[in-house]
């Protein structure tokens, strides 16, 4: 039988936390048909978005333990759309476009939200 002593010694989930970044976004990319009342972020260009981001995240180097941009189904945020929902600091941006990505992605690096693009309670 093969000793294991080795891998019990190891810190737990030690390989996990390494490939954590500090933080999460999720783009909401959910598609509705056009005639839903509720409306879809995908309507709004949420993939465009999506695309942006990653490609801001990644040019600035934030892409291998700063930050992980990741598409997402139904936010449950359908009037605010295109929707980002980012954790753990667990907030939303609405109204999110294209040309606010670099913006976005300035407030990842200075630890301050944009402000103006979160979604409140009101």
């Given at each position: 039988m093969a000793d294991l002593s080795p891998l019990t010694s190891r810190p737990a989930y030690s390989t996990l936390t390494s490939l954590q970044r500090k933080r999460y976004l999720?783009?909401?990319?959910n598609r509705r048909a056009?005639?839903?009342?509720?409306?879809?972020?995908?309507?709004?260009?949420?993939?465009?978005?999506?695309?942006?981001?990653?490609?801001?995240?990644?040019?600035?180097?934030?892409a291998k333990l700063e930050a992980r941009v990741c598409t997402s189904s139904c936010l449950d945020q359908c009037d605010t759309g295109v929707t980002v929902l980012v954790e753990p600091d667990h907030f939303f941006y609405g109204r999110v476009t294209v040309a606010d990505v670099p913006e976005i992605v300035d407030g990842l690096i200075t630890g301050q939200p944009v402000k103006r693009l979160m979604l409140t309670a009101d």
């Open positions: 999720f783009v909401c990319i056009d005639d839903n009342p509720k409306g879809c972020c995908a309507a709004k260009d949420s993939e465009d978005v999506y695309r942006a981001l990653k490609g801001e995240v990644a040019a600035r180097g934030l």
